[in-house]
């Protein structure tokens, strides 16, 4: 692959119309021509009665993510008596969402689904479009822009688009050939994706099993699993998690900026910073005036626990492990943090927090008017009951299982890795041409 691209600019003195990085083959062949979405889609209708017993029925994921099936959807759901067939390769709009996932292409496990008329399907002019080529194209940033400026009001939810601005859209094509030689790179980088998401996957459900022979189940009171020098050790006690950690100290709200603390800067904690069993420092706000400076209180600490206890339904209650301090970031109010008292592993305490049974332990206390927010009561979580074995057996556990997190987080990396590729590459091999369509 060349990334001697040209950097001739469009007829007219525009921005250049050629990638940065081509291949070889197609070093010479010229800038990309901007084409109407009209020139090489063709609007199509197959019509079929809304079946009498369940059916395939298909709908757009948002945030890019492309089709997904409802599989047997229940023709009582859908009060449209006639749905329309999709076929692979198909090019699927939803016109009441213009934005990342409003358009994506049919594949092979989609071949054969049911839309309504919401979903508005075209197939395309493979002597002008690949529509392999084109699945990459839907995704890029500077598309999903314009779908935002053809939706009445902005780009969201329930914005029709018009099937006919839609049509209008223009977006830059190479060639045929050179369609293909990109979508066969893009899909080799997204096979290796799968494989590395695959393994995560896989490493995640290994820790998840592991977990729940080491950890006694609902009503038993000891694991089904323990290393050697623990069998015969007796059951597991079962106390309040007042016993096991030095309170709930809670930061405080402090107006921060809109990037994360530099290591001489002060910073407060964002929410997000506490998902279910990670903790991401970098998830932090700067805070820069010296009266609010003054204010924050409860720093990052090592060996602790941070809690959330104010958030959405789905993540109020999460926890994570915290193993070294950080001095100049801060808790804000929504955080708590949980230090350990004397015969207490945390890392053990953060695994059973962190577990299926503990996360919805912690969820189940919640509560709250709205339904977008939910908070949990200190003295509710204090009062929470969990099992625990000898501290020496807590310490084993813990090393075993944060092996395995060493493990997964090593390989989850690999898979940030693969995905930032994939995004430079795209970057690379489609031009860049500020708010125009790329």
């Known amino acids: 692959m060349s990334s001697k691209g040209k950097t ?20 010479d062949a010229g800038e990309w021509q901007e084409k109407s979405l009209s020139s090489f889609l063709t609007p199509v209708a197959r019509e079929r009665m809304k079946p009498s017993e369940g059916y395939k029925g298909l709908g757009l994921r948002s945030h890019g993510k492309g089709t997904f099936l409802k599989e047997q959807e ?3 759901k859908n009060a449209m008596d006639v749905l329309y067939e999709v076929k692979r390769e198909d090019l699927i709009v939803n016109i009441t969402f213009a934005w990342e996932g409003a358009i994506a292409i049919a594949g092979s496990s989609d071949d054969g689904a049911l839309v309504s008329h919401r979903f508005p399907t075209y197939t395309f002019s493979k002597d002008r479009a690949l529509p392999e080529f084109f699945k990459f194209k839907v995704a890029d940033k500077q598309f999903v822009y314009k779908l935002g400026l053809i939706s009445p009001g902005g780009a969201g939810r329930n914005r029709v688009m018009s099937k006919t601005d839609f049509l209008k859209l223009k977006v830059l094509l190479p060639n045929p050939d050179e369609q293909q030689k990109i979508a066969d790179c893009l899909d080799s980088v997204d096979a290796l994706i799968a494989v590395q998401g695959r393994k ?8 998840k099993g592991v977990m729940q022979q080491l950890f006694p189940q609902e009503g038993e009171t000891q694991p089904r699993l323990r290393f050697p020098e623990f069998e015969g050790a007796g059951e597991w006690e079962e106390i309040p998690i007042s016993k096991l950690v030095d309170g709930l100290r809670a930061g405080v709200s402090v107006n921060s900026g809109d990037r994360p603390a530099q290591p001489s800067e002060i910073g407060v904690l964002k929410t997000s910073a506490v998902t279910s069993g990670v903790f991401e420092p970098l998830e932090n706000k700067v805070v ?6 003054n204010r924050a209180r409860e720093p990052v600490r090592a060996d602790t626990i941070i809690i959330s206890r104010m958030n959405t339904p789905a993540l109020v209650g999460a926890s994570a492990y915290v193993k070294d301090g950080l001095p100049n970031i801060f808790l804000p109010d929504r955080l708590w943090a949980a230090r350990p008292t004397p015969g207490t592993s945390m890392r053990f305490v953060a695994l059973v927090l ?3 049974m503990g996360r919805a332990a912690l969820s189940n206390l919640a509560g709250g008017s709205s339904g977008s927010m939910k908070n949990i009561s200190k003295p509710d979580v204090l009062a929470l009951l969990i099992k625990v074995p000898s ?8 090393d075993c299982l944060t092996s395995l ?15 930032a590729h994939k995004k430079g590459l795209m970057q690379q091999l489609f031009p860049q041409v500020g708010g125009a369509d790329a």
């Open 8 to 27: 001739t600019t469009a007829t007219g003195g525009g921005p250049a119309l050629v990638p940065k990085r081509r291949f070889p083959e197609f070093r």
């Open 74 to 76: 229940d023709p009582a």
């Open 200 to 207: 995560v996957d896989a490493l995640r459900a290994h820790k």
């Open 288 to 293: 820069s005036d010296e009266e609010e400076i």
């Open 354 to 356: 962190g577990s299926d």
């Open 391 to 398: 501290l020496s057996e807590q310490q084993r556990i813990a």
């Open 405 to 419: 997190d060493d493990i997964i987080t090593a390989e989850a990396r690999k898979l940030d890795t693969l995905k």
